[in-house]
T-cell receptor, first 113, second 114 residues
């Protein structure tokens, strides 16, 4: 069964450093998403991406964040200058145009020290 | 904007007892509702989904949920709890406009006592 994959599974970085989280969505999906979950809290929407542009973003998704689909398979989330409060689990998700169900990846745990 | 409310951040049941996790949604249009389970340090696993085909939805691991429009509820149940059911459960609703994002509830942690 096709699945969303994410790399790395765990990333440790120092405050102020740039990080790129990578996702490979399911191949025939057209909508892509990033969510984050701070430890012990609920899953929060960050951004949705369709037709090579951001279709919606949350208040969390400020100028420090950016997304890109650099080729036909990868979908990335970049944090330019990480802060301690960016420490969280980041989930990528994708879906087809004909369904409301999103398929979630296993997540990348980001630890900012 | 749509929202999801989960009543009870923690629920504790005995093994073999009924599991009932409550979820209410707010939506002005027919919603698309989901329940996800998250085991410690793991990702999100879809338990079941409501997409207007049937009001009683059966999912994996013996869970089911009933959509009640009059109560704007989508409670999750399981007749007999098992120790392996101990996890965090999230109710979620998918928007049907814009970016079609998913909005999650705050989650309910289920404890199962032997």
């Amino acid at each position: 069964e096709p699945e969303v994959t994410q790399t790395p599974s765990h990333q440790v970085t120092q405050m102020g450093q740039e990080v790129i989280l990578r996702c490979v969505p399911i191949s025939n999906h057209l909508y892509f998403y990033w969510y984050r979950q701070i430890l012990g809290q609920k899953v929060e929407f960050l951004v949705s991406f369709y037709n090579n542009e951001i279709s919606e973003k949350s208040e969390i998704f400020d100028d420090q964040f950016s997304v890109e689909r650099p080729d036909g398979s990868n979908f990335t989330l970049k944090i330019r200058s990480t802060k301690l409060e960016d420490s969280a689990m980041y989930f990528c998700a994708s879906k087809t145009s004909g369904s409301y169900e999103q398929y979630f990846g296993p997540g990348t745990r980001l630890t900012v020290t | 904007a749509q929202s999801v409310t989960q009543l009870g951040s923690h629920v504790s049941v005995s093994e073999g007892a009924l599991v009932l996790l409550r979820c209410n949604y707010s939506s002005s249009v027919p919603p698309y509702l989901f329940w996800y389970v998250q085991y410690p340090n793991q990702g999100l696993q879809l338990l079941l989904k409501y997409t207007s085909a049937a009001t009683l939805v059966k999912g994996i691991n013996g869970f089911e949920a009933e959509f009640k429009k009059s109560e704007t509820s989508f409670h999750l149940t399981k007749p007999s709890a098992h120790m392996s059911d101990a996890a965090e459960y999230f109710c979620a609703v998918s928007e049907n406009t814009g970016g079609f994002k998913t909005i999650f509830g705050a989650g309910t942690r289920l404890f199962v006592k032997a």
